[in-house]
Structures are given as C-alpha cells and as structure tokens.
C-alpha cells in the first residue's frame, strides 16, 4: 500500500510541504517501509542512534497494535541514524530500544551515513527500513490479516523551512507527532 504524508497541520507557522509518500509491505517477519522524498532543504547532521534524528531531514513511523497502551516510534534521518522506542506518550514510560534490537532494523537509504551540514537546492531521497514484527507485536504472534494503528510523519525541526507534515490530520495547537490519538488504522496482509 502506498500512503501519501501530506498534511500540513500547522499552516500559518510551518508552510513548508516537501513531496513525501511511503510504500508499506510486510512479509509475515518484517514490516517494511520504503519512504520517497523530494524537498528544499537537507540536512544530516545525527549520524548515531537515538540521537536527535528528528532534527534533521526526517520521516517518522509511530504504530500501536490495538489494545495496548504503548505505541512504538520509529524516526530515521535520511543517513539512517535512529530513533526507536516504546512508550505511553513523548515523555511517559519511554523505553528506548537497546543496540542489539536496533541493529535488527535493516536499513537502505540514497545517502552514506556521513554529516550533511544543512544545504539548499531541490534534493531527492529515499529511506527504506525493514523492522522486524517482533518489535512491533512483543508480547504476542500476529494472526494476518492484522490491524495497526499508525501515523507517518516527515520533519526537520533544525532546518531553515522547518516542517511537521503527518498522514493522518493533528488536531493540536502546536507540533507534536506524539499523540496515538489521531493514528490511522492499517491493515497488514
């Protein structure tokens, strides 16, 4: 399935809108996301894990498997540093993934894993993750077809045309993709 990340939930502060959309597949082990991005700005300036990945010229995939509490974020910048946890909301019972779980993560994207210092132009990447469901479902086996409840988001909080677009509208006062809320559902075949 493919999902556009087109909504530009705070309009007057953050008028940015690069082109973004995700192609989402899974095959019973991972689930896999292949984001396309075409933008004004890039910036990497992150290259570790659970650093501030956010920052830079980013895409983000929240879920939470109907019926539990905590949702997991997963947020690559376009080198593929991460950041990847579980947790009840940005600030509640965050239990970041360690190293091992991490390097579970597959990851291809368009650029080295090098710093980028913030550069202007017309630039188009690609970042594709492959996450392992074993993440995702924890505490339990997905019987397919399975629902999810998701959002996809792209940002770049550092960069000079700051951005915060989501698939699923945000209805908040100011940007906060954490907020399980306003996810979408999904279903994984």
Not at 19 to 43: I, P, T
Not at 81 to 94: G, P
């Amino acid at each position: 399935m493919e999902y556009k990340i087109e909504q530009v939930n705070w309009p007057v502060e953050f008028p940015e809108k690069p082109e973004v959309r995700v192609e989402v597949s899974n095959n019973h082990e991972f689930l896999q996301l292949h984001y396309f991005v075409k933008g004004a700005q890039l910036r990497a300036v992150t290259t570790e894990d659970q650093g501030a990945v956010w920052e830079d010229s980013c895409v983000e995939f929240f879920c939470q498997v109907p019926g539990d509490r905590h949702y997991m974020n997963f947020e690559s910048n376009c080198i593929g540093a991460m950041v990847a946890s579980r947790r009840l909301s940005r600030t509640e019972d965050v239990q970041p993934l360690p190293p091992e779980q991490m390097a579970l993560i597959e990851r291809r994207c368009t650029f080295p894993r090098e710093i980028i210092e913030e550069r202007d132009g017309e630039f188009s990447w690609e970042v594709e993750l492959h996450i392992p469901l074993s993440l995702i479902f924890r505490d339990s086996q997905p019987q397919f077809p399975q629902p999810l409840r998701v959002n996809f988001y792209k940002c770049a909080d550092k960069t000079k045309k700051p951005h915060f677009l989501s698939w699923q509208p945000i209805s908040l006062p100011q940007p906060n993709f954490h907020c399980p809320e306003f996810f979408g559902e999904i279903v994984l075949n």
